[in-house]
């Protein structure tokens, strides 16, 4: 009995093949960028399996899956391919969704898939959150200039930093996802196939009034900001777009040329800013997209100004206690809750 069990197992190329086309795809519908970045994990694994095992991909089994080579593969990763704590796990974290999906499918190897679920994820420390003051990311957004190019990169910085989006989202957007009539707001994709709707301000809507009244051709399925080909931009383009505004802007804030302005980097001082201006914590996690309301409080953590005010409020030792006089800003406080 169990040996009919045994060979009516999938072989391990269709149990990878059954993992993204129905399972991810099909069952989870998983977005593009999960699946592509799972697909990235098991390319990785594989090759490496084939250097260290001397085995062919369609020649693997599930019994190869042994913690050592797991481990192995994460170290590689790290040391070879230079990749951070973060993305270590993100690797792993793919694997195990597969083992998993296979443990249901291949019994007989579930004793060697416990083992193999048993590698842990890596702890790290989670690093300060970096931003741009308000003045710096205006220099970078900067004017929009006569050329085509500039007036496109002036937008899309512009729009980076009024809704705080991703880069996948922002590049994602079509024409037909801006709204500018009485509520202006643009429709963004999230993570996970989710939609938010973003307010835009007056002057980032002034902007794409002009973008659209210069690119009169652009349908309602076109890229809002597309490169030269009318394509749409990719991660590379706008990360190179972004290094040449800072560079434009580091002729007056020379500070800027030794800190690393990355697309995220806006979408921080997006969300630092509203938290200074006294937005709400929740609206902050709403405007942002965040699944968990931990991540938006990071921001916190990030802001030395917000330390300092905090720390003003201590008493010194050696002094007198004062007496507890609740205001009205404690009562803000609780509603903003």
Request: charged content about 20%.
């Amino acid at each position: 009995m169990s040996e009919g069990k045994v060979s009516d197992a999938p072989s391990f190329p269709a149990l990878v093949q059954q993992f993204f086309t129905e399972y991810l795809v099909s069952q989870r519908a998983m977005s593009p960028y999960t699946v592509a970045a799972y697909r990235d994990a098991m390319v990785l694994f594989l090759h490496f399996a084939h250097q260290r095992l001397g085995k062919a991909p369609t020649a693997l089994s599930l019994q190869d899956f042994a913690p050592e080579l797991i481990l192995a593969f994460l170290d590689h990763l790290e040391q070879q391919r230079d990749n951070t704590v973060q993305s270590r796990n993100l690797r792993l974290t793919a694997l195990r969704a597969f083992l998993k999906f296979a443990a249901r499918r291949d019994i007989a190897s579930l004793h060697v898939i416990e083992r193999a679920l048993g590698v842990p994820l890596k702890r790290f420390e989670q690093p300060m959150f970096g931003f741009l003051t308000r003045e710096e990311m205006m220099a970078v957004i900067g004017e929009p200039g006569k050329t085509w190019t500039s007036q496109r990169d002036h937008l899309l910085l512009a729009m980076l930093y009024n809704t705080g989006a991703r880069v996948s989202e922002m590049i994602g957007v079509h024409v037909g996802d801006v709204v500018l009539d009485a509520s202006p707001c643009v429709h963004l994709r999230g993570k996970g196939r989710k939609r938010r709707s973003v307010p835009l301000w007056a002057s980032t809507v002034q902007a794409i009034r002009a973008w659209l009244r210069r690119n009169p051709s652009l349908g309602a399925d076109a890229p809002l900001l597309p490169n030269r080909n009318g394509r749409t931009m990719t991660r590379s383009n706008v990360n190179k777009r972004l290094d040449i505004a800072v560079a434009r802007a580091a002729a007056v804030y020379p500070n800027l040329t030794k800190r690393h302005i990355s697309p995220h980097s806006v979408r921080h001082s997006t969300a630092m800013h509203m938290l200074q201006s006294g937005v709400a914590f929740s609206v902050i996690a709403l405007w942002l997209g965040h699944e968990n309301m931990t991540t938006t409080h990071r921001y916190v953590e990030a802001d030395l100004a917000m330390k300092k005010a905090a720390l003003a409020r201590l008493q010194e030792p050696g002094m007198e206690p004062a007496r507890f006089q609740p205001s009205d800003a404690l009562m803000q406080f609780l509603q903003n809750l």
